[in-house]
């Protein structure tokens, strides 16, 4: 049996309702186009005017406007909804946890994955230093869906090959993300497919995906890859939706064809 997987392209803004409000009707359209698993991109309800317009909202683990929506919808529409990222609140009054949570079908928070890797990047007059407004998590993330083990990344975590070895074998990588334009033109696909062909499983990344209001353009191509490195699915700019199947029968025949996994000494 395969099963539908969706990645939701944003171009979110500084309004928390407004992104509420888009990530609404694109999650709706996947599920209804049958996806049962809607991945969100990373900052999907805020992208602020600063960094730390996130602070702002941040929400305690559990209550808020932002885990209320997604554990809502993912019940009203009967889905694996794996929120993106949100500013979770920590201990730092002026810094978030950048937070992946997972709702299963019946809307009730069963995992979570906080960002380890913060990204910082400087090149002329563009710079980006995310450990200014977020506290990095420690702990890798992974659980249980109907098609087998789901293991969670976020964006820059992507450049960092041992965190997914750490998962163990899994079926299928999700990786909301917010790649620049420039950065996401020189390495977003090809990191993508590495870390699904030397893991031979399928990967689900959901993109930021335009200009923002901000200012900031970020470099979208959310897309499906199969446990060969094939692109099967992909949307390179704007809002929308990206889907496909997840076929566990084409996972275990690469795996049997080319046993890489089982032939790692280290």
């Given at each position: 049996m395969n099963h539908t997987v969706a990645a939701i392209q944003m171009i979110s803004s500084p309004t928390v309702a407004d992104n509420i409000a888009t990530a609404r009707r694109l999650v709706t359209q996947a599920a209804r186009d049958g996806a049962g698993l809607v991945l969100l991109p990373e900052y999907w309800a805020i992208m602020g005017l600063t960094d730390s317009d996130k602070v702002r909202v941040a929400e305690p683990l559990g209550q808020g406007p932002i885990q209320d929506f997604m554990a809502g919808l993912a019940r009203e529409l009967g889905i694996w909804l794996i929120g993106?990222?949100?500013?979770?609140?920590?201990?730092?009054?002026?810094?978030?946890?950048?937070?992946?949570?997972?709702?299963?079908?019946?809307?009730?928070?069963?995992?979570?994955?906080?960002?380890?890797?913060?990204?910082g990047f400087t090149k002329g007059s563009e710079s980006?230093?995310?450990?200014?407004?977020?506290?990095?998590?420690?702990?890798?993330?992974?659980?249980?869906?109907?098609?087998?083990?789901?293991?969670?990344?976020?964006?820059?975590?992507?450049?960092?090959?041992?965190?997914?070895?750490?998962?163990?074998?899994?079926?299928?990588?999700?990786?909301?993300?917010?790649?620049?334009?420039?950065?996401?033109?020189?390495?977003?696909?090809?990191?993508?497919?590495?870390r699904a062909i030397e893991n031979q499983c399928y990967v689900l990344a959901a993109a930021q995906g335009g200009i923002h209001p901000n200012g900031r353009r970020t470099w979208g191509h959310s897309m499906l890859i199969d446990p060969w490195?094939?692109?099967?699915?992909?949307?390179?700019?704007?809002?929308?939706?990206v889907a496909g199947e997840i076929d566990l029968g084409y996972m275990e025949g690469v795996r049997d064809s080319l046993p890489a996994l089982k032939h790692r000494t280290m």
């Open positions: 993106g990222t949100l500013p979770l609140a920590s201990d730092d009054a002026d810094k978030v946890i950048n937070t992946t949570l997972v709702y299963n079908p019946q809307g009730e928070h069963v995992s979570r994955y906080d960002k380890i890797h913060l990204f980006y230093n995310e450990s200014k407004t977020i506290v990095p998590g420690k702990h890798v993330g992974t659980f249980e869906a109907p098609f087998g083990k789901v293991g969670m990344s976020v964006c820059y975590d992507l450049r960092f090959p041992e965190l997914f070895r750490a998962m163990g074998p899994v079926s299928l990588i999700v990786v909301p993300a917010a790649f620049t334009y420039t950065t996401g033109m020189a390495h977003w696909e090809i990191l993508l497919r590495a490195g094939t692109v099967k699915s992909v949307l390179a700019e704007g809002e929308g939706v």
